[in-house]
């Protein structure tokens, strides 16, 4: 639990010494609560210091009710009046903190709302409910939002996360539309790495998405090369490589495994690990044994990391034994009393 007591002990230390709590200490302490009781308590005491209710305290109040899961207080403030020339900026926080709560429903009747009032909302309240809209089937309304963002920065971030949803439901043509989108707009300001991080993370997101969707890796590592004309980094063919491994595709693993040398990278510890498992998870312990002798192991985390993969694909190749014992036993059994049927 934060320390509201410590919050109320500052507040009483502050009166005795004759400071004037600001709108500012109330918005962060507001932003701090847990529980309701600690949201009334300090907006009474806001009001008995006289601090004016600015629009930022309005906010801080909104998001202090949609943390403790108090969303229809939430909405409240806004209903109870807030000024004029704040109240778009302040409807779009309560859209954004419902988003970030989950409440993504009500966020978007928030959002219709300002819409129909004829105005627009604030581009930092757009990229909660972007990256909080996660259902399948949604991308045209996500689109939608990314079209109404056109402050550069909240343009990138937007793009990136519409990114993910599309690699993550299989949208690989707007996937690449945007890859494209992001390039232009990271080659205008010469920001190179900030493009080559953006792609590692769609890689990332493909290794630790459960099933992998190993086919939209590739596909994408080929329009990374052909159509972005982009060299894709060692990090991004580490997560394919590590996608590979847990789909247990030892084909695809050795394609990727050719991609570290066209692209220029030698192959470091990482890469020798992440196909010493590729080939023990697929059952080739030939080939596991062979690229056993080229990983230094000088570095006793390294050790652990083989001795770990060896216990590990050990006991799935004990497993799988077992199963096919089990299933052969089953087929005999079968076969069995199929005869005796027939004597019969």
Not at 53 to 65: D, E, F, G, S
Not at 93 to 104: D, E, K, N, T, W
Not at 138 to 150: F, G, K, M, P, S
Not at 280 to 299: E, M, Q, V
């Amino acid at each position: 639990m934060k320390n509201i007591y410590g919050g109320l002990m500052v507040l009483k230390q502050m009166e005795h010494a004759d400071v004037m709590p600001d709108s500012q200490t109330f918005c962060y302490l507001l932003n701090h609560c847990e529980r309701e009781e600690d949201i009334i308590k300090y907006y009474e005491k806001l009001k008995c210091a006289g601090v004016q209710m600015t629009k930022q305290v309005y906010m801080a109040l909104i998001n202090a009710y949609a943390s403790c899961g108090l969303f229809e207080k939430a909405k409240q403030v806004v209903l109870d009046g807030v000024p004029n020339k704040s109240f778009n900026e302040i409807k779009s926080a309560l859209a954004s903190a419902l988003a970030i709560h989950g409440q993504i429903s009500d966020a978007f009747d928030i959002y219709e709302e300002i819409k129909d009032s004829g105005c627009n909302l604030e581009p930092k309240a757009i990229i909660p409910l972007i990256e909080n809209y996660q259902s399948e089937g949604e991308l045209t309304r996500l689109l939608q939002l990314l079209e109404e963002l056109h402050d550069p920065d909240y343009r990138v971030e937007g793009c990136c996360r519409v990114l993910l949803y599309c690699v993550k439901y299989n949208h690989l043509s707007t996937a690449i539309d945007l890859l494209k989108q992001l390039k232009d707009t990271f080659h205008v300001h010469d920001n190179e790495l900030a493009m080559e991080a953006t792609v590692e993370e769609v890689f990332c997101l493909i290794a630790e998405t459960q099933p992998v969707n190993l086919k939209i890796g590739l596909d994408l590592l080929t329009a990374i090369k052909e159509e972005l004309s982009l060299r894709p980094s060692r990090k991004s063919l580490d997560f394919l490589l590590a996608a590979c491994v847990k789909s247990k595709d030892l084909h695809n693993a050795r394609l990727i495994w050719k991609e570290y040398k066209a692209a220029g990278f030698t192959h470091n510890v990482l890469s020798l690990l992440r196909m010493y498992q590729a080939f023990l998870a697929c059952g080739d312990h030939k080939s596991a044994a062979t690229l056993l002798h080229r990983i230094p192991k000088d570095d006793p985390h390294v050790c652990c990391v083989i001795e770990a993969c060896q216990t590990t694909y050990a006991k799935s190749s004990v497993k799988s034994k077992e199963k096919k014992k089990k299933e052969k036993m089953e087929e005999d059994e079968e076969e069995d009393d199929r005869k005796e049927f027939e004597k019969e």
